[in-house]
């Protein structure tokens, strides 16, 4: 019931959109030290690298895929070892868009080619030794525009503590996680009828 409200609420916005962002965050179920002691899940879990904080992770990784207005319109909750390459098809199958923005972890001449044929053009960074850069107005463009993506794991970790679900089983993991991002895109629709400005939810509320 809840997926039934919040994708076609959030679906609309999609062709609404200038262009899309796509990007990975660490969603950990314990400390790296305890992995071993937690039954929590573990069938599904693993390790993963944090390049943040640098460090290792035990849990799973959250691929989120969002709007230029901040509505978070697919996603895909995988184990903390897989590459952000490999989900990348799936979590863009919810909602595709043509033009989407990218960090460095989604380099691939492959994926780029295979999105090609249905219609997306994947516009990831480069990373600084590649021998097909982007023009440098482009780069910079990528660059500062998918920082928005940043500002929303900001309010889903710090204000709908995203990182800390505690459900017991995957059935649950996936309600939790779908009713924390129904509420959020409410919070994105009010703060767009507000000022225009879906991704400073947080910053309308608590100023």
């Known amino acids: 019931m809840i997926q039934l409200l919040r994708f076609p609420f959030t679906r609309k916005f999609v062709h609404q959109a200038n262009y899309t962002i796509i ?14 002691r937690v039954k929590r899940l573990k069938e599904h879990a693993g390790f993963g690298y944090c390049a943040a904080k640098k460090e290792r992770y035990y849990g799973f990784k959250g691929s989120l895929h969002l709007t230029d207005t901040g509505f978070v319109v697919g996603y895909v909750v995988s184990s903390a070892s897989i590459h952000d390459v490999k989900v990348t098809k799936t979590l863009l199958e919810q909602s595709p868009h043509p033009f989407v923005l990218a960090d460095k972890g989604y380099t691939s001449e492959s994926l780029s080619q295979t999105l090609q ?40 970790c710090d204000t709908f503590r995203l990182q800390h679900l505690k459900p017991t089983s995957l059935t649950g993991y996936q309600v939790a996680f779908d009713a924390l991002l129904l509420a959020h895109s409410l919070l994105v629709h009010w703060a767009l009828q507000e000022n225009g400005s879906g991704t400073r939810w947080k910053d309308q509320i608590f100023n």
């Open 23 to 36: 990007d990975s965050l660490p969603l950990p179920l314990c400390h790296a030290a305890r992995s071993n």
């Open 117 to 156: 044929t249905q219609g997306i053009t994947l516009w990831a960074l480069k990373r600084k030794n590649s021998k097909n850069p982007h023009p440098k107005p482009l780069h910079h463009w990528i660059r500062s525009h998918r920082k928005q993506i940043e500002t929303l794991f900001s309010g889903l």
